[in-house]
């Protein structure tokens, strides 16, 4: 059996975001997305990061800075609040999330409201506002 998996949707790993982070499958909506992209911080996959975050935004990040912060959090868990469009026939979509991190030994609360795109046809994340 496999382990929990580390999106907190209370499905094994193996049956909810690992054949994404493996690319074995893409994610039909942006809710799915946003719940592989956690996994990849928990999980230090770095490399679906990058491929899942859009053109113009992949362009600023660095990689080996994006590696080094996923190795100073740890994912606790994430509830997601609320998603608008986002699903199999929209283009763009938005989805508000708490995400639990324990950061330097202190717990912190993430809150977000993520904006998704597609491009070429998948899933993208553009950008989000914190509070």
């Known amino acids: 059996m496999s382990r929990p998996c580390p ?6 790993y193996d049956r909810c975001c690992q ?3 493996e690319g074995r499958k893409a994610a039909e909506t942006a809710t799915l997305l946003m719940r592989s992209r956690f996994s990849a911080y928990a999980l ?5 990061l990058l491929k899942t975050t859009s053109e113009a935004e992949r362009a ?10 996923c190795r100073t959090i740890k994912c606790i868990s994430l ?5 608008e469009q986002g699903g199999p026939g929209d283009e763009t979509g938005t989805v508000k999330f708490h995400a639990s991190l324990q950061v330097q030994g202190k717990r912190q609360l993430h809150i977000e409201l993520s904006r998704f795109i597609r491009e070429e046809g998948a899933w993208v994340y553009v950008d989000g506002d914190t509070n």
């Open 60 to 69: 600023k990040l660095v990689r080996d800075e994006l590696l080094q912060y």
């Open 79 to 83: 509830k997601i609040i609320s998603a």
């Open 19 to 21: 054949p994404l982070l």
């Open 7 to 12: 999106c907190t949707s209370k499905l094994t």
């Open 44 to 48: 230090g996959k770095v490399d679906y």
